[in-house]
Every structure is written in C-alpha cells, then in structure tokens.
C-alpha cells in the first residue's frame, strides 16, 4: 500500500478486475482498491456471462482477483475517501492508508435507487429484478408485474411480454402509457392497472403479488423495477470530472477507451456506462487497461528521451 503504482484502480468490480488483469499482464504495477460492494451483490446468480452463465457474482470477482494476485498484482479492501492530482500522477487516501500511482482507474459502479414501497428493496435480486436480459429467462412464462417509472415504461412491457404472455403493466400513478401505447399494450395482452403499488407482498420469502391503494391485490411471481441509477463517481468528480446529461441520468463523460476530461484518470463500466451488464463492463474495463498502458509507455518514452538529452 505504501509504494507508488503505476496504477491505482479503484473499485474492483467486473470493470476494475478487467483493467486490472491486462495491466497486470502487461507488468505495470498495480492496486486495485475495493469496497468489496458490487451492484449485483444482491442476486444469487449471474446470467448472460459467457463462459460463466449462472455462476454467482461473488465467484466471479474471486477467481478475478485470483488470477490479478498470479501476477503480483494487489487487491485491497479498502473505501476511497478521497484523491488529488500531483505533478507525478495521483494521491488516493483510502480506509487502508494513502496510495500514490502515475495513473487513475475509477470503477466503482452504481446505486440503484428503488421505489419506497414496502417490501420492495427486501426482495431485490430475488423477486424484484430489473434486467430481462438477466433475469427474463428464469420467469419465463411466470407473471410478470412491470412497475413503471413514468415515460418508457410501456415500452418497456413491451420487452418484457417477449419472456412471457402474462405482463400487467402497474402504472403505479405515473404517466407511463399513452394512448397509442395502451393500445400496443392492450394487442399483445398486456394488462394495465392505474393504481399505486402500497406494498410488495411475500409468503414463505417468494414475492406472491402487490397490494393496491385501493386493497386490490395482483397476484404476481416477479415485479420488474426501474431503479433510478445513480453513479458512484465522488473520486472522479472530486479529481475535475464533471457530468454531462444523458438519456439515464447525469454522468461523466469519457472517450472510447474510457479517458476522461482530466488527463491521466479513467473510468469504466457503470460508473459511466449504467446500462453496461457484466461483460459490457468486463469489455470497457480491459479496453482502459490497455490504454492505460499504453500511455504509460508514450510516458516511458518521454522520460527515457529526456534522459538521454
Ligand atoms: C440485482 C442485479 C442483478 C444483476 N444481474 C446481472 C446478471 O445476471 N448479468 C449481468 O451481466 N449483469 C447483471 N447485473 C449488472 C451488474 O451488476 C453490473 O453490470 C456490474 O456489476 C457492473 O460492474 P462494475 O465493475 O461497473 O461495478 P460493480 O460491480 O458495482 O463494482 C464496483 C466496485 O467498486 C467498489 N467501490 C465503490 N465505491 C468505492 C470507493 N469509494 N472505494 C473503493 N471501492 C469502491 C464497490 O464496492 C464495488 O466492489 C445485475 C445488477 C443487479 C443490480
């Protein structure tokens, strides 16, 4: 901890292990500081991974710091409190003490925000999901309850329907039908109920439905949420990253390799990207590493010219 790094990633996630993995590979010299929470923390098992369909997320991570450890790399459990640029790269306090590295890496993921309806945030990653691509396939055929969060929620049972023929779109009091959209919804048997959710209901710990106001009770197997995503990013805001406004949100922006406007930090995967699943963030993750080397060694470069000057 107490060396200087050629670089220290913060957040060891799918997307910090990744970029951690190709810079280790490469020789460079790296921390990986980790508050050891990811977002799918909550979920039993991880699907759409290839190679690794079903297995459940913690593993994942394990057998990633494993194979960076191989490689002399170091994986800490450690909170970033805060960071400062210096004239030779980077000053990164943490709950384990201050590290020093010529290059940034941030990656430490997102909130989701839930609805506050009771019953809800206990059954998150079981009963309350929000990925179809994640988690469609193991309800298929079940009834599916769509909580809405206002506009692009009809759409969104909509993508829904393709996993199983029995949706019910819960408006939950908010304008998330139109009248065009009421009518695609009403073709393909998608049922729309105008009435906010008071509570998730559970029995024997399996989500069995959502109470209305009104008492009414839709007998559900699964409720697809919208969380509202919410970046982790106060290291990088802290360093001079600033957000941009974008279609989920207000985040910061980066390039294709995951360079920020400050130099020599980047950051990857849902920190920046919050519709990135683990292999969109794995890809993002070992893109930046790569580039993270490479311009270290443009750095080398500099410095061995200016020796030889
Ligand atoms: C319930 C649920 C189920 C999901 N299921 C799937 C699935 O089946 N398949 C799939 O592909 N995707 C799934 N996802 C999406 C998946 O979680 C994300 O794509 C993935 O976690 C993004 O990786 P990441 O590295 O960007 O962030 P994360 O995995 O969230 O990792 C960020 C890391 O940074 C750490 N961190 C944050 N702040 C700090 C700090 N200040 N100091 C130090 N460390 C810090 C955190 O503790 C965490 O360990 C699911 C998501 C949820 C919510």
């Known amino acids: 901890m107490d060396e200087s790094w050629d670089v220290v990633v913060v957040g060891g996630g799918s997307a910090g292990l990744s970029a951690a993995l190709m810079l280790v590979r490469a020789r460079r010299r790296v921390v990986v500081l980790d508050g050891a929470a ?59 003490g201050r590290v020093v590295g010529r290059r940034v890496l941030v990656a430490t993921g997102l909130r989701d925000e839930l609805p506050d309806i009771p019953g809800l945030a206990e059954q998150w990653g079981r009963g309350v999901v929000s990925c ?54 009403e073709a393909r048997g998608i049922q729309v109920v105008d009435a906010p959710v008071v509570r998730v209901l559970t029995a024997d710990g399996r989500l069995v439905g959502a109470e209305l106001a009104d008492g009414t009770v839709v007998d559900l197997d699964v409720v697809f949420a919208m969380p509202r995503p919410v970046p982790n990013d106060e290291v990088l805001r802290q360093l001079g990253a600033q957000r ?12 294709e390799q995951g360079l920020t406007a400050v130099p020599g930090m980047w950051a990857a995967g849902n920190v920046v990207a919050p519709r990135a699943n683990v292999p969109v963030a794995m890809g993002a993750g070992a893109g930046a590493g790569g580039a993270i080397n490479y311009d270290l060694v443009l750095e080398d470069v500099r410095v061995a010219l200016a020796a030889t000057a």
């Open 244 to 255: 941009t406004e974008s279609a989920h949100g207000a985040f910061v922006a980066v390039d």
């Open 132 to 185: 179809p691509y994640c988690d469609g396939y193991e309800v298929r055929d079940r009834r599916i309850g769509v909580l809405a969060a206002g506009p692009g929620s009809a759409a969104r049972a909509q993508l829904i329907r393709q996993w199983s023929s029995s949706v019910v779109l819960l408006t939950h009091g908010t304008d998330a039908a139109d009248v065009d959209e009421r009518a695609g919804l």
């Open 38 to 96: 990811p977002r799918n923390r909550f979920a039993p098992h991880m699907h759409a991974v290839l190679g690794h369909d079903g297995l459940p997320p913690t593993e994942l991570l394990a057998k990633g710091r494993a194979e960076i450890e191989s490689y002399g790399g170091v994986v800490v459990r450690a909170d970033v409190r805060g960071a400062r640029r210096t004239d030779e790269g980077f000053v990164v306090d943490t709950s384990a």
